[in-house]
């Protein structure tokens, strides 16, 4: 988008920061400062603005801007490491307040989407919306069976709305990665581009109908947590069907109370099945907020969750998810070491970073929390802290764990408001340590060995070529021109580890190969125990490859 094209847009957003007296964030942007000047003619004062504090008028002026910017207001709400907890609390209470689109326009789109007359497609289509959000709204239906449905429906025009007004984001925040004095610590653009993300996700009905059908296979038993049935003949990318189902909101206290349900063991509940969410499954949702966590109340004696809303969900690469877990237990058991130790091996640190100053500041930020009861401690605080801690040993986080940190700011959320004293720390960690178990038991790693084992047969033709190829070239000493000193070391480093790791396998090969000859040979009875010998040296020499 052009300057002269963006130029109204920006206007319009310093009038309203103006007018919510966010004077700080217009003195950031150099370029907003003489508009201050204009503050009469732009923007009359918001009444009481003034008395409330920075966090709700951002709060405001992001609702008055509209649904995009509540958007990115929702997500900057969980950047918790990169804003002030004030303002992150305010952000967080951010909901889509949109007024609905008509819902004649509802029924063109789904009869142009699906292809036929809604009266073929459903029994009853009711054009009176259930809910209306910034990208979608629900409508209630019946099918032709009998079942009741709920289909969704992304509103007109949607598509061109948001490109331009991320276009109007990308370009305040260009002016914020400028001018803005803690731009590097709050990264505007990655901001936006966040944003950006979350909102193409949303755009595509079909791609939240197979999140939902993931979730639902998951837990397939529906005892702990049950997802909405997809009906894929009524689903296109603008269009989604999914089962009514029936419930309160997870916040709607008093409901859950006059049920009869216990609170306390739906708050371990809902812990229980994030974790299994994200360590078992990999795959999580990622706005769990109550307003998308139902609680199903018409099961008094085995209370269940209802989760709604698939169109942010969350997954780690394996290696993440195994350090993330490590680290997790290791916090768990006070193991200052091995968490310092972990975020290196994780890849998450630079290897240069001295471990015994990252224990000492992993160390400080954990021991002021673990004075006080379990009970007491929030480890989705805790976690927060120790990410802002960890920038200084310039961490790099992933967006993936960034969406996981939101996710447990969610969770842990809502276990309180359903048991304020509910032990997070003791209902999390028999549940970790039971999925890492079964995770990566020797059964387990069998079976992923048999499931390899054709690829790997596969290859083996090809291994004496590749062996000779790499002695060649460390005989030969190639390398590829490097510029940068730094990577050359390192890959200087990682060249020396992989020639040790190549001369220990055949080593390794060579003590099979003996032990095969002496055994088969057994010409004196010692052989047997020289072969046995060869036999170890050649195990105990390939583990250690393996490790390099």
Not at 130 to 153: E, N
Not at 466 to 476: G, I, N, P, Y
Request: overall charge positive; glycine content about 6%.
């Amino acid at each position: 988008m052009t300057p002269l094209k963006v130029l109204p847009g920006v206007l319009r957003v310093a009038s309203v920061l103006l007018a919510w007296r966010l004077d700080e964030l217009v003195d950031a942007a150099h370029l907003y400062r003489p508009l201050k000047l204009l503050r009469p003619l732009l923007a009359r004062p918001r009444p009481g603005a003034r008395e409330l504090p920075r966090g709700a008028r951002l709060r405001l002026a992001l609702t008055e801007l509209g649904p995009i910017f509540v958007k990115a207001g929702q997500v900057l709400s969980t950047r918790r490491d990169l804003i002030p907890a004030d303002i992150a609390d305010e952000l967080a209470q951010l909901q889509d307040q949109v007024p609905p689109f008509p819902g004649s326009e509802a029924r063109a789109i789904v009869e142009q989407q699906l292809r036929q007359p809604v009266g073929r497609l459903y029994a009853r289509f009711d054009e009176t919306p259930l809910a209306s959000a910034s990208i979608a709204q629900v409508h209630a239906a019946t099918l032709h069976d009998g079942h009741a449905v709920v289909v969704k429906v992304l509103r007109p025009g949607i598509e061109d709305r948001i490109a331009r007004d991320v276009a109007l984001m990308r370009s305040l925040g260009e002016l914020a990665q400028r001018w803005h004095p803690n731009a590097d610590k709050i990264r505007p653009l990655d901001v936006v581009a966040e944003v950006e993300k979350m909102l193409e996700n949303e755009l595509d009905l079909q791609r939240e109908g197979a999140s939902a059908s993931l979730l639902r296979r998951n837990f397939e038993s529906g005892v702990d947590l049950y997802v909405p049935a997809v009906h894929w003949e009524l689903t296109a990318e603008r269009v989604l069907t999914l089962e009514r189902v029936l419930g309160v909101s997870a916040d709607d206290i008093a409901a859950i109370d006059a049920a009869g349900i216990d609170r306390k063991a739906l708050a371990a509940k809902g812990v229980r099945v994030f974790y299994e969410q994200v360590f078992r499954d990999n795959f999580f949702h990622a706005d769990a907020h109550p307003g998308n966590i139902w609680v199903d109340v018409a099961r008094r004696e085995e209370p269940r969750f209802i989760a709604l809303d698939f169109g942010i969900m969350g997954s780690l690469p394996e290696a993440d998810q195994y350090w993330l877990a490590q680290n997790f237990i290791a916090l768990f058991e006070r193991d200052y070491a091995r968490i310092a130790q972990l975020h290196v091996a994780a890849g998450w640190m630079p290897a240069t970073v001295r471990l015994d100053e990252l224990e000492a500041a992993v160390r400080t930020v954990c021991e002021p929390y673990f004075t006080r009861p379990l009970s007491q401690i929030s480890l989705a605080e805790l976690v927060v802290k120790l990410f802002q801690t960890a920038r200084r040993f310039e961490l790099t986080l992933q967006p993936q764990l960034i969406l996981l940190q939101k996710t447990l700011l969610n969770i842990e959320g809502v276990g309180r408001m359903l048991d304020p004293d509910i032990d997070i720390w003791a209902v999390a960690h028999p549940v970790l340590k039971r999925i890492l178990r079964e995770r990566y038991s020797a059964r387990r790693t069998l079976r992923a060995i048999r499931q390899r084992l054709p690829e790997w047969l596969h290859a083996a033709p090809q291994l004496p070529e590749l062996v000779r190829d790499a002695l060649r070239q460390v005989a030969s000493g190639e390398r590829r021109p490097l510029a940068d000193p730094a990577e050359l070391a390192l890959r200087a480093e990682l060249a020396l580890r992989r020639r040790r790791a190549l001369l220990g396998g055949l080593f390794g090969a060579t003590a099979f190969g003996c032990a095969a000859l002496l055994w088969l040979a057994r010409a004196t009875a010692g052989s047997q125990w020289l072969a046995l010998g060869c036999l170890v040296a050649g195990l105990v020499t390939f583990l250690a490859s393996a490790r390099r």
